[in-house]
T-cell receptor, first 112, second 113 residues
Framework: SQQGEEDPQALSIQEGENATMNCSYKTSINNLQWYRQNSGRGLVHLIL?????REKHSGRLRVTLDTSKKSSSLLITASRAADTASYFCATGPTGGGNKLTFGTGTQLKVEL | DGGITQSPKYLFRKEGQNVTLSCEQNLNHDAMYWYRQDPGQGLRLIYY???????QKGDIAEGYSVSREKKESFPLTVTSAQKNPTAFYLC????????????FGPGTRLTVL
């Protein structure tokens, strides 16, 4: 079952602009992760935020988590054409375990 | 050169045939996973294994089978019982614990003719 749903499904911006993607989920989580997928490739882990954290930064990435609203956002600042990819959130369940449940993804296109 | 590899990159099979997709990792990870991705969709878990000689069904296990005889290897067999096998298949691995980061292979695109 799909735990997370990303919004928007697709996003097109100009280089240099910021890109914001949102993820909503349904059940309690241990952590939430964001992954990137270039077309026809495997996924690459970007950042992990734990349920007791509210915000995390990594380079041009900023992730927020609101467990009361069961939602997260990924902000990419000063976007580049190379950021063009699909972005997925994935949730890890409360109580541990290795399984992640992936969302449906946001397709980001950054144009020159 | 550490990582996770999948072969082949592209695979074609005729209806009614079983086919096995390879997944190998040299990251010394205990846990391995198989996902299916359809166009424009997210990932759906087929099977996962947390330790050698043990594996569990994921959300869409019907028509698939796996084995985990070695820590490094987690092959997936797509059987003729899988009604709609054409998809992109991704293998991943991780250390065990609380929903750790997963490392993905490059994927195998299976097309049933």
């Amino acid at each position: 079952s799909q735990q997370g749903e990303e919004d928007p499904q697709a996003l097109s911006i100009q280089e240099g602009e910021n890109a914001t993607m949102n993820c909503s989920y349904k059940t309690s989580i241990n952590n939430l992760q964001w992954y990137r997928q270039n077309s026809g490739r495997g996924l690459v882990h970007l950042i992990l935020i734990r349920s007791n954290e509210r915000e995390k930064h990594s380079g041009r990435l900023r992730v927020t988590l609101d467990t009361s609203k069961k939602s997260s956002s990924l902000l990419i600042t000063a976007s580049r054409a190379a950021d063009t990819a699909s972005y997925f959130c994935a949730t890890g369940p409360t109580g541990g375990g290795n399984k992640l449940t992936f969302g449906t993804g946001t397709q980001l296109k950054v144009e020159l | 050169d550490g990582g996770i590899t999948q072969s082949p990159k592209y695979l074609f099979r005729k209806e009614g045939q079983n086919v096995t997709l390879s997944c190998e990792q040299n990251l010394n990870h205990d846990a391995m996973y198989w996902y299916r991705q359809d166009p424009g969709q997210g990932l759906r878990l087929i099977y996962y294994s947390q330790i050698v000689n043990d594996f569990q069904k994921g959300d869409i296990a019907e028509g698939y089978s796996v084995s985990r005889e070695k820590k490094e290897s987690f092959p997936l067999t797509v059987t003729s019982a899988q009604k709609n096998p054409t998809a992109f298949y991704l293998c991943a691995s991780s250390i065990t614990g609380n929903s750790n980061e997963q490392f993905f292979g490059p994927g195998t695109r299976l097309t049933v003719l």
